[in-house]
């Protein structure tokens, strides 16, 4: 079992940064893929990242593609998302989700562990 829990949401002007951590428990956290997924209100989740075992590939979401990015210490067992110049349409609640396979993925279906989520809010 793998529990994983955010942090570093908050309210945020347009163009400005955040930075989201999600810790994980359990010691094969450096074998998993990890993701970031979001959803908007009244919207569906969506993909936002995803990071392999290794950080060696990784995946970004057209919408979020050279202002978004996704890491990860597995000494420490947390992935990270940098979130640069954000827009109103970024606010969301952002998941971090686990994989039990190295190998990363951009579907929801492929992630078997989901931590509570973080709220971001972005003000025009």
């Known amino acids: 079992q793998v529990q994983l829990v955010e942090s570093g949401g908050g309210l945020v002007q347009a163009g400005g940064s955040l930075r989201l951590s999600c810790a994980a428990s359990?010691?094969?956290?450096?074998?998993?893929?990890m993701g970031w997924f979001r959803q908007a209100p009244g919207k569906a989740r969506e993909f936002v990242a995803s990071?392999?075992?290794?950080?060696?590939?990784?995946y970004y979401a057209d919408s979020v593609k050279g202002r978004f990015t996704i890491s990860r210490d597995n000494a420490k067992n947390t992935v990270y998302l940098q979130m640069n110049s954000l827009k109103p349409e970024d606010t969301a609640v952002y998941y971090c989700?686990?994989?039990?396979?190295?190998?990363?993925?951009?579907?929801?279906?492929?992630?078997?562990?989901w931590g509570k989520g973080t709220l971001v809010t972005v003000s025009s």
């Open positions: 359990g010691r094969t956290f450096s074998s998993y893929a």
């Open positions: 990071i392999s075992w290794s950080g060696g590939r990784i």
């Open positions: 989700a686990a994989r039990t396979s190295p190998v990363a993925t951009t579907t929801e279906g492929g992630m078997d562990y």
